[in-house]
């Protein structure tokens, strides 16, 4: 039996677990908060350090053989000649680079970037925010030398700052400068974002170990915190991923890069050699929440039942809940719609039902982008807090027109940090093929069948459509 570790640095914490490297059992873990408030936009990285050290206190990585690494996506940490900070790390929540990525957009058109890299700039991407930096702090931009993301310099500092700088393929797609589908850096979209070439790290391959630490500890390439996830759940070919948060996200294992110029499809490289295309909705969790408030109910869970005691179809009530305008399909300046209003439908119980059936349809809707690419769905896998409803667990699989499976809330993205550090543990030793990952425990987990109600949910979601296409005809044309 080896140890390895996994450590999760997201937005607001430190994560650790440590595992058997044969069955992936958590033996011990740290957590730890970031010396930060958790909606900064930009940080000095020695608070991820701070943090982990916290983490790791008390001999919590004694035994340890190797360390993966996960870390928040989408960061800039944008480095000097001698490796030194620029300014502080612009973070992944950061939307002050909304006109940059406008006008990457408008330079190049979405048909080459979505060809070119396997996404249309959004803000929180480093090649946007690049673009920012070159037109709102030039001088701070004329210094920057080589930029990294903060699982990649997180790597790089705790096998000391080496020559050399790594990341993996998972974040690297994440960048809008690297190609999943060529597998290689576009050097030419840094420079047209930032107006110069800067060093980018060396892309590893899934099994490949970052370096070794002075003391012997091997770390291996890391990833970003999606894509660990991913690895830490175990997904694979057939499965779908559907995260409720308040705004929701599907993602999917598939064989090849997706482009979409319409945006509505980002195309990540996965931590296993294979590809998660990712559709992002608006809005989720939020159209629950501002119902229970409309209906002055308290919380989530009585909106739960209040909505198990309407019928299907909640008495013809449809809910469009695009609240904040909506990603998928491209309505962002739109509001949502509350439509089939009668007098025998105007009760607390089908309002609440509707919610419940809006957001689960407009996730189908992001399930069925992916469906319409050739990408195949058997199962869904169904994260968040709001997956533990009992509406949600009633409604989803046979909204979503499949088998879901709610797995018991646990760190993924540490456990995939872990499950990769023992692959490249194993690999380095020569007991593992570098084609297949470690075999670990499945999650435990709740699997739900849509049965016989598969007919009641596609009845429901027929008139879902017809509504949604009724107010805004051909949202999805450009998709298709």
């Known amino acids: 039996m080896g140890i390895v570790a996994g450590l999760d640095s997201s937005s607001a914490f430190t994560h ?248 509505m499809i980002t195309s990540f490289a996965d931590a296993t050699g294979m590809h998660l295309p990712v559709v992002h909705t608006s809005n989720a969790v939020r159209a629950l929440r501002g119902t229970a408030e409309m209906l002055d109910v308290e919380g989530l869970e009585e909106l739960s039942s209040l909505a198990l005691k309407s019928t299907p179809g909640a008495s013809g009530l449809v809910l469009l809940p695009y609240l904040e305008g909506e990603r998928t399909p491209h309505l962002p300046h739109t509001a949502g719609t509350l439509s089939g209003l009668r007098r025998e439908s105007m009760k607390p119980e089908h309002l609440a039902r509707a919610a419940f059936e809006g957001m689960l349809c407009s996730l189908a809707d992001a399930l069925n982008v992916l469906r319409d690419r050739g990408v195949e769905v058997r199962r869904v896998f169904l994260l968040g807090a709001a997956a533990e409803l009992p509406a949600v667990r009633a409604l989803a699989p046979m909204l979503l027109g499949t088998q879901v499976v709610v797995p018991e809330p646990a760190q993924y993205a540490a456990l995939g940090a872990a499950r990769q550090a023992a692959w490249a543990l194993g690999v380095s030793q020569g007991t593992l093929d570098p084609r297949t990952p470690p075999v670990w425990r499945d999650a435990a987990a709740q699997v739900l069948d849509p049965g016989e109600e598969l007919p009641v949910g596609k009845a429901v979601r027929q008139q879902y459509v017809a509504t949604r296409d009724q107010i805004h005809p051909g949202a999805f044309d450009a998709a298709r």
């Open 16 to 263: 650790i677990v440590v595992c058997d490297t044969d069955t992936g059992a958590v033996l011990r873990q740290g957590y730890a908060a970031h010396p930060v408030e958790a909606k900064a936009t930009e940080v000095d990285p020695q608070a991820w350090l701070l943090s982990l050290g916290e983490a790791a206190g008390g001999g919590l990585l004694e035994g340890v053989q190797a360390i993966g690494v996960s870390a928040q996506q989408h960061g800039l940490v944008p480095l000097d000649h001698q490796g030194n900070l620029v300014r502080p790390a612009l973070l992944g929540n950061d939307k002050r680079a909304q006109v940059a990525a406008a006008d990457l957009i408008d330079g190049l058109g979405g048909r080459h970037w979505a060809e070119a890299v396997g996404a249309v700039p959004q803000a929180a991407q480093p090649v946007s925010k690049l673009r920012w930096l070159a037109r709102t702090e030039p001088e701070m931009a004329q210094r920057v030398a080589a930029v990294l993301q903060p699982h990649d310099w997180l790597v790089w500092q705790l096998l000391g700052r080496p020559a050399r700088r790594t990341t993996d393929r998972g974040a690297a797609s994440g960048t809008g400068y690297w190609s999943a589908g060529s597998e290689s850096y576009r050097p030419d979209l840094v420079e047209l974002a930032l107006g110069r070439q800067a060093a980018l790290p060396e892309v590893l391959g899934p099994c490949e170990a970052a370096g070794t630490t002075p003391e012997g500890l091997l770390i291996s390439a890391g990833t970003g915190e999606t894509m660990a996830a991913a690895f830490g759940l175990g997904v694979g070919v057939g499965d779908a991923v559907v995260s409720l948060g308040a705004s929701g996200s599907v993602m999917a294992v598939h064989h090849e890069a997706l482009a979409d110029p319409t945006g």
